[in-house]
């Protein structure tokens, strides 16, 4: 697997994220980085990073962790804990492999702010859709 090439191609085409400003930054088999650069737009009522934004950080980290498995994998669940309100310049989302088997896979997905505290702590669940690569 083109860990690189995959990358490059979820960031140049999962438009939701590009709009939203997500890019992942590290990408390996099983293991991921994401970022979210904050901005005005994306705060609650609270003046917080809106809940749904923390999610999909969370989730695209996790499509580029499962994904560098080599299988076109899709969540098929998502389960998140906030801990601490989402707040300063950036959030960044680190995904790891608990379980990936043929066809099913979990993953712990934790979120941090840009002083290394912990946001959020997310589990995805995952399908394999296809043995082929998503970026092949």
Known sequence: MDCEKLRDFLNNNDLF???????????????????LQITPDMMNSRNVVQGGAIMTLADFAFAGASNAMGHTTVSTGLNINFLRPGSGKKLIAKAKKIHHGRSTC?????????????????????????????AG
């Not at 994220?17 to 970022?35: L, N």
């Not at 934790?110 to 043995?131: H, I, Q, R, Y």
């Open 17 to 35: 994220c590009r709009y939203c400003g997500i890019k992942i930054t590290h990408i390996a088999p099983g293991e991921a980085e994401a970022e």
């Open 106 to 134: 979990l993953y712990q997905v934790d979120v941090f702010n840009e002083e290394n505290k912990l946001v959020a702590a997310v589990t995805v669940s995952g399908f394999t859709v296809d043995d082929k690569p998503v």
